[in-house]
């Protein structure tokens, strides 16, 4: 049973960082690429920030570009997301993809295989 799970969400004041990690049991990150999507009720999954499964490519929503960043440590088997200069509109439940057809895309959430149950970002004013 394949299972991506996201951790490190939280609550932080506008300006703040946090660092989300994704893991997987069940199948090895390293071969897919994977992307962080976010959703807010009401609206479908937003493409934050993707990266191939070899690292030589990522990409960003034009929202998040030169706050966040995105990077993989395929020894750990993990893929990483660092928000920095968070604000209240980076709110939202963040959730990993995995996606077999690399490199992913941010611009639809149709392709990814796998998906993690979320993790709450919540930045206050």
């Known amino acids: 049973q394949v299972q991506l799970v996201e951790s490190g969400g939280g609550l932080v004041q506008s300006g703040g960082s946090l660092r989300l990690s994704c893991t997987a049991s069940?199948?090895?990150?390293?071969?897919?690429?994977i992307g962080w999507f976010r959703q807010v009720p009401g609206k479908g999954r937003e493409g934050v920030a993707c990266?191939?499964?070899?690292?030589?490519?990522?990409d960003y929503a034009d929202s998040v570009r030169g706050r966040f960043t995105i990077s993989r440590d395929n020894a750990k088997d993990t893929v990483y997301l660092q928000m920095n200069s968070l604000k209240p509109e980076d709110t939202g439940v963040y959730y990993c993809?995995?996606?077999?057809?690399?490199?992913?895309?941010?611009?639809?959430?149709?392709?990814?295989?796998?998906w993690g149950q979320g993790t709450q970002v919540t930045v206050s004013s």
């Open positions: 069940g199948i090895k990150l390293g071969d897919y690429g």
């Open positions: 990266i191939s499964s070899d690292d030589s490519r990522a």
């Open positions: 993809g995995a996606d077999a057809s690399d490199p992913p895309s941010i611009l639809t959430a149709l392709y990814y295989e796998y």
